[in-house]
C-alpha cells in the first residue's frame, strides 16, 4: 500500500492510500482516535476499517493527524484535526474526481472529527462512528445530521458509556429525512481488544451496513 504525503494546513501529512482500479470507485476516509492517546492510523479499529472500505471497492486514505508520526504540526484541541480531515478528503477528492460516492468513518475522537466533516462537506453519502466518545464531546452541532450512517459501539465500552451513545442517536433519530442505524456489540470495550468475539463481528456489521447502503443507491 503506497504511502503518501500531502499538503495540510500545517505543513506535510503522512498517510496510506489504498487506490482501486475503477476511476468512478466511490472513496472513503478513515479518522484515528486521540493523538493524545496513542492514537495513529494504524490503530487495529482504523486499519480495519481501512481494509473493510476496500474489500468493499472503495479507494481509502487514512492519515496520521497533525503531530503524529511524520504528520507536522501539534495537537489543536480538534480545530486543528478537522481541517487536517478536510485537507485529507481535498486531497482525497482530487485523486478521484469521478468518484461516485464519499464516506467518512472515524473511531472514538475520530468520530466526533468525522461528524464534524459531515456537516461542512455535502459531497459526503454516508458515515460510519465507531465508539463516539458522546460523553466527552458536544455532538449537538449536528443539527440537522446531513447524512445516514451508522453508529456502532460495545456494550462494555467504559470510556464512551453506552448511555450516553445511546443519547446522541435518540436526538439524531428525532430528525427526518436521514436513517440513523445503530448497532452494539454484546461485551466489547472501547478498543474491540478480542478480535474475534468483538473485532470481526464489529468490521462484519460495518461492512453490511455499506454494502446494503451501496446496494440502495445503484438499484
Known amino acids: 500500500m503506497p504511502e503518501v504525503i500531502f499538503p495540510g494546513p500545517e505543513g506535510r501529512l503522512e ?7 475503477e ?3 466511490p472513496i472513503a476516509i478513515v479518522l484515528h482516535p ?4 496513542g492514537g495513529t492510523m494504524n490503530n487495529r479499529v482504523v486499519y480495519n476499517l481501512h481494509y473493510a472500505f476496500h474489500k468493499l471497492g472503495f479507494t481509502v486514505l487514512r492519515f496520521n493527524f497533525r503531530g503524529v508520526g511524520r504528520s507536522q504540526g501539534e495537537y489543536d484541541q480538534g480545530i486543528g484535526e478537522l481541517s487536517d480531515a ?10 478521484n474526481p469521478n468518484a461516485k460516492h464519499c464516506w467518512v468513518a472515524g473511531f472514538s475522537f475520530g468520530a466526533w472529527i468525522g461528524m464534524q ?3 461542512r462537506r455535502p459531497e459526503i453519502t454516508g458515515f460510519i462512528s465507531v465508539s463516539p466518545p458522546a460523553n466527552m464531546y458536544d455532538f449537538s452541532f449536528l443539527a440537522p445530521c446531513p447524512s445516514s450512517g451508522l453508529i456502532i459501539n ?14 446522541l442517536v435518540g436526538k439524531l433519530r428525532e430528525q427526518k429525512g436521514i436513517t440513523v442505524t445503530h448497532h452494539l456489540v454484546e461485551g466489547a470495550d472501547h478498543f474491540f481488544k478480542d478480535d474475534e468475539t468483538h473485532m470481526t463481528p464489529m468490521i ?16
Open 15 to 21: 498517510g496510506r492510500y489504498h487506490p482501486q482500479k
Open 23 to 25: 476511476r468512478d470507485a
Open 34 to 37: 486521540h493523538p493524545q492517546f
Open 86 to 95: 478536510a485537507s485529507a478528503l481535498d486531497y482525497l477528492q482530487a485523486m
Open 117 to 119: 466533516l459531515l456537516m
Open 154 to 167: 460495545g456494550t462494555a465500552d467504559r470510556v464512551a458509556p453506552p448511555k450516553d451513545t445511546a443519547t
Open 204 to 219: 462484519g456489521t460495518v461492512s453490511d451496513y455499506v454494502k446494503r447502503r451501496l446496494g440502495e443507491v445503484s438499484r
